[in-house]
């Protein structure tokens, strides 16, 4: 009787702390999409996997981010706020880390400081459909601005680095293959 109380308890305990973790993982990653789309630089940078910074220093992403969403070139990004539509997949321990693959929606906008000539929109629209790998971009050339629509991926990753706090990557394939190996990229089903 005493087995079957103490194995009650300890399931008890395993599925309130993986309840816990689960909460703190979507809570999060809201946060982290209500950060990027209020353009919170340092919050976001905050929430980042650490090894990005192993890629390039901390400043430096943060200067891109800030040029990416507050002009240049001619253009600024602006996220759209909108519901992400989060679909969390299974928690994924690999050795000493766990994982989460988190696919969300993206409504961007590309605000142009000049309108896109009338001979250049379909090349425009055809080269953020490739990029984005969505069929959703239109432009709209009273506003100057570029409409987007994608799903994205995020990772969200808890180990020994995090001090078992989920921390996150945005998907891009080349900068995930810089930090882990392709076993986690094929376990992750990337």
């Keep these: 009787m005493k087995k079957i109380v103490c194995l009650a308890l300890f399931m008890l305990v395993s ?3 993986f309840s816990q973790d689960m909460a703190s993982l979507k809570a999060n990653a809201q946060k982290l999409y209500d950060y990027t789309v209020a353009q ?5 940078m905050d929430m980042a996997y650490p090894k990005l910074y192993d890629i390039a ?3 430096a992403i943060l200067e891109t981010l800030k040029k990416s969403f507050e ?3 001619g253009f600024k990004i602006k996220m759209v706020a909108a519901p992400p539509n989060f679909v969390f ?3 994924k321990k690999i050795g000493e880390q766990t994982f989460c693959v988190i696919s969300h929606d993206n409504t961007m906008q590309v605000i142009w400081d000049e309108p896109i000539p009338n001979l250049e ?3 425009y629209t055809e080269m953020f459909k490739t990029a984005m790998k969505t069929e959703n971009v239109s432009y709209d050339p ?3 601005t570029m409409n987007i629509k994608t799903r994205a991926k995020m990772i969200a990753i808890s180990d020994n680095l ?4 989920w921390k996150y990557l945005t998907y891009n394939e080349q900068v995930f293959s810089k930090i882990f190996d392709e076993k986690i990229k094929a376990e992750l089903g990337l």
Excluded at 162 to 165: A, C, F, G
């Design 142 to 144: 009273a506003n100057k």
């Design 40 to 44: 919170q630089y340092e919050q976001i």
């Design 162 to 165: 995090t001090k078992k706090q």
């Design 15 to 17: 599925i309130q702390g």
């Design 89 to 91: 997949g299974n928690t």
């Design 57 to 59: 220093p901390k400043e």
């Design 121 to 123: 929109i379909k090349d």
């Design 71 to 73: 002009g240049n070139d």
